[in-house]
């Protein structure tokens, strides 16, 4: 015997972009409900270093780029949600840190670079004179230039945790035997699948949406979409603990002609309250391919180039792979801004970053709007009958360390 039960929508993701949009379409009075396979944010949200930027790292050629002005206003939308004022209320969330830094050191390089960076964004990057310094940079034993960003730096942890608050009900564990779809009707819309304790489930829904990150690919195939392409760039991401690191959180552009920042620098605490630097950056996309020694290595020397005045020959060291994943769009090109992709009653999105999550939800909502798809008026109380288990929260990285 099957059971068969309806809604309006189904969220397959639970990261911040899967956790946004069920927030915004529940609170807009959608039906919706997510599934999990694994834990909320345990993919590439927890991995991410929390940094709501307004894209100078895509100003650096000296050029407004597409990508730049693309997210050139989401700060300001964020901070409207963390103090309640935005679309979502996202006040419990943790700010790490209020602004960002972006550090040169004295080659002719690396400050025509910041430079070129900082016209481009139209005054919205500051000089810090040198008396103004933080305390970290006040020790410099090198010359360099500071700039202060209109950037912050949320916990991507404390994020997770307060968009699921607001759902508890509506966000459940995968079943381990996983989804798959079947056509329901002659205009190809698809109905989910699934087998939970001994019982079929099918399920179906006005609009799926696939928020998976990388997951996005098996969810794909399950469903037999041929339009959506997904692809993933690989990042060997460097964490580093040791004794009183001060709480930095700061870019530090190299002295070569790449458009990435050699290392971007992030604070966290770890689950004994120590100080966790996190180093993203042109570290994390070269490092692709290196063994765990050598990136370690590669990221010893950065942080001595960058940091010559720092003693880190006590810190603990390691690192970890992580897949960015994106739309493939254009013969391997990746969007410049938040994408989905609609296939009759299917949907495929992609933040494309964690900053642009909000321009992700509402384009999706604009999109139910424009396809005329309205709220149930009855809300169905079927959900407690299918037996599914609830999604558990994820952890950071440095924190599944401690625990394993």
């Not at 972009?17 to 919706?32: C, E, F, H």
């Not at 079929?200 to 609009?207: D, E, F, N, T, V």
């Not at 700061?250 to 458009?259: A, E, M, Q």
């Not at 940091?307 to 969007?335: G, K, Q, T, V, Y």
Request: aromatic fraction near 10%.
């Amino acid at each position: 015997m099957t059971l068969r039960y309806s809604t309006d929508i189904v969220i397959f993701g639970g990261g911040v972009a899967g956790l946004w949009v069920l927030n915004a379409v529940r609170s807009a009075g959608y039906q919706a409900i997510l599934f999990e396979k694994g834990s909320l944010g345990g993919g590439q949200t927890l991995a991410s270093q929390g940094i709501i930027h307004g894209g100078l790292k895509y100003a650096l050629q000296g050029a407004l780029s597409s990508a730049a002005q693309a997210i050139a206003d989401m700060p300001s939308r964020w901070r409207a949600c963390l103090d309640g004022s935005g679309e979502l209320d996202l006040r419990g969330t943790r700010v790490l840190s209020d602004h960002y830094y972006m550090w040169s050191s004295a080659s002719l390089r690396s400050k025509l670079k910041t430079f070129l960076g900082s016209k481009s964004l139209r005054g919205r990057v500051e000089a810090v004179a040198p008396d103004s310094y933080p305390p970290f940079f006040q020790n410099a034993c090198v010359r360099g230039s500071l700039y202060q960003l209109p950037d912050f730096v949320v916990d991507s942890e404390s994020l997770v945790e307060t968009l699921a608050s607001k759902q508890k009900g509506a966000i459940f564990c995968l079943p381990d035997s996983g989804v798959s779809f079947e056509t329901s009707d002659q205009q190809g819309d698809r109905v989910a699948v699934f087998t939970h304790r001994g019982r079929s489930i099918s399920l179906s829904a006005k609009r799926f949406i696939f928020t998976a990150g990388e997951g996005n690919e098996s969810l794909i195939k399950a469903a037999r979409l041929s339009t959506a392409k997904t692809q993933t760039r690989p990042l060997n991401m460097v964490y580093l603990k040791q004794r009183d690191l001060p709480q930095l959180y700061v870019h530090c552009i190299g002295d070569t002609f790449s458009l990435t920042p050699r290392l971007t620098v992030t604070s966290h605490q770890d689950v004994k309250g120590e100080t966790v630097w996190y180093l993203g950056g042109e570290i994390a996309e070269s490092g692709v391919g290196k063994s765990e020694a050598e990136q370690i290595t590669a990221a010893k020397y950065a942080i001595s180039k960058a940091f010559p005045w720092l003693d880190c020959s006590s810190a603990e060291w390691r690192c970890f792979m992580i897949n960015r994943a994106e739309a493939n769009i254009n013969n391997n090109h990746r969007p410049d801004d938040a994408y989905f992709l609609r296939d009759k009653n299917m949907i495929v999105a992609w933040p494309t970053k964690l900053t642009l999550t909000p321009a992700l939800a509402e384009r999706i909502l604009q999109n139910l709007i424009a396809d005329k798809i309205s709220p149930s008026t009855e809300a169905g109380d079927w959900i407690s009958n299918a037996g599914f288990e609830l999604a558990r929260l994820g952890d950071s990285h440095w924190n599944l360390e401690e625990s394993a």
